[in-house]
């Protein structure tokens, strides 16, 4: 196959979009872990289709972010202004805010506790998976056992 004539095909452009069959999906990921070449394609084309959203984006009138902008300070105000406490024991905490920025945040990460945690929850469930399946064997020979001692065979007549 072709790589090059693959990648100008446009596919991977679809693939990114939405826009293919579910057959050329699959297709497209199945070839993604033969070259990885096409892994970094597809890094390519999404990033020029984000610059091209950015660059066509049509940015919201000034006076709306003024709007905005004010209504997060009389939230502020009001906040300030209310007392420590409402009476339950409960203190008022300020309001949280998301910051938004335009791009995509690529990376996540994780402190090395959570990951720990996540490994030692991991090899729990396995623990406790085994010997469930131990548990229910040995119940299932004690029932064996059992059943065979209180009933016994008849004798074989000749």
């Keep these: ?3 090059k004539t693959y990648i100008e095909s446009g596919i991977i452009e679809k ?3 939405g826009l293919a069959t579910p057959e050329q999906e699959a297709e497209f990921h199945y070839l993604r872990e033969i070259y990885p070449m096409l892994n970094v394609e597809m890094e390519i084309v999404e990033l020029r289709i984000e ?3 950015f660059e066509e984006a049509v940015l919201p009138p000034d ?4 709007r905005v902008m004010d209504r997060i300070g009389q939230d502020y105000q009001r906040w300030q202004e209310r007392p420590a406490s409402n009476g339950n024991g409960h203190t008022n905490k300020p309001p949280e805010y998301i910051s938004i920025k335009p791009g995509w945040n690529r990376q996540i990460t994780v402190s090395i506790w959570w990951r ?3 490994i030692g929850m991991v090899v729990l469930t396995m623990a406790l998976a085994a010997s469930t399946w131990y548990l229910h064997k040995q ?3 004690l029932q064996d056992v ?3 001692n209180n009933y016994p065979q ?3 007549s000749r």
């Design 1 to 3: 196959m072709n790589i």
């Design 15 to 17: 693939c990114v979009l």
């Design 51 to 53: 610059n091209l959203l």
């Design 63 to 66: 006076h709306v972010k003024d």
């Design 116 to 118: 720990c945690a996540f």
């Design 139 to 141: 119940v299932d020979h």
């Design 146 to 148: 059992i059943i065979h």
């Design 154 to 156: 008849p004798p074989i």
